[in-house]
């Protein structure tokens, strides 16, 4: 079993959420903080040993996982793992949307939420990214236990595209966005992988 999580808030409530991604290393504030305490009692409460624990390099991953962690009785060392680390949105890097819908149009922006489509100018690597996530699936595992990731919205989409079964699923879902705190849930079933959840909060 493989559990998604997305970072938790990086922006207070007053201020205007922007795109940021590789290039721009933001703190969890202290509602992300919250959240990613919640997902780690959330987890702690099934009884959910992790195996594993893969985090994006980004600060706001590591502090995200750390809290994670925290609540668990006795959890792996995080692994920096590169291919979590969120995308570089180019020349929109660190811009509100409303920006960046002015240079590529809505079209393109809806096209990246719920097909994974590159807008222009962003720096994605989208084939590097599924062939990572599709060794990560195929990898046999040490254990039964859960294998936590920790990642960003742009990278963890690339999980559901990584599988003719996981990609099927995904076309039912409003959007292949996880929202900040939250989390999907793939599995190794009898006919191979399934999206369990996905865009999930505790």
Do not use: Y
């Not at 922007?18 to 290039?23: L, M, P, Q, Y």
């Not at 409303?98 to 393109?108: L, S, T």
């Not at 096209?111 to 994605?124: C, I, L, N, S, Y």
């Not at 959007?175 to 999930?200: C, D, H, M, N, Y």
């Amino acid at each position: 079993m493989f559990i998604i999580v997305r970072h938790g808030n990086t922006f207070e409530a007053d201020e205007q959420p922007r795109r940021i991604g590789a290039r721009t290393d933001l703190p969890l504030t202290a509602k992300g903080v919250e959240q990613a305490k919640a997902l780690g009692m959330f987890f702690a409460a099934r009884d959910w040993q992790f195996e594993r624990v893969l985090v994006s390099p980004l600060l706001r991953t590591r502090q995200t996982a750390d809290e994670i962690i925290a609540q668990m009785p006795c959890a792996p060392q995080k692994e920096a793992a590169d291919f979590l680390r969120e995308v570089d949105h180019g020349p929109d890097e660190n811009l509100p949307d409303n920006e960046i819908i002015a240079r590529v149009g809505q079209d393109a922006l809806d096209a990246w939420e719920r097909d994974a489509q590159v807008p222009p100018g962003w720096k994605v690597e989208p084939e590097a990214r599924i062939a990572a996530w599709q060794e990560l699936f195929a990898a046999e595992p040490a254990s039964d236990s859960p294998t936590l990731l920790v990642t960003s919205n742009g990278a963890a989409r690339f999980a559901v595209l990584a599988d003719p079964r996981l990609r099927e699923a995904a076309k039912a879902l409003p959007s292949l966005k996880l929202p900040t705190g939250g989390f999907g849930i793939v599995i190794r079933g009898g006919q191979g992988l399934v999206l369990e959840a996905w865009g999930k909060r505790p």
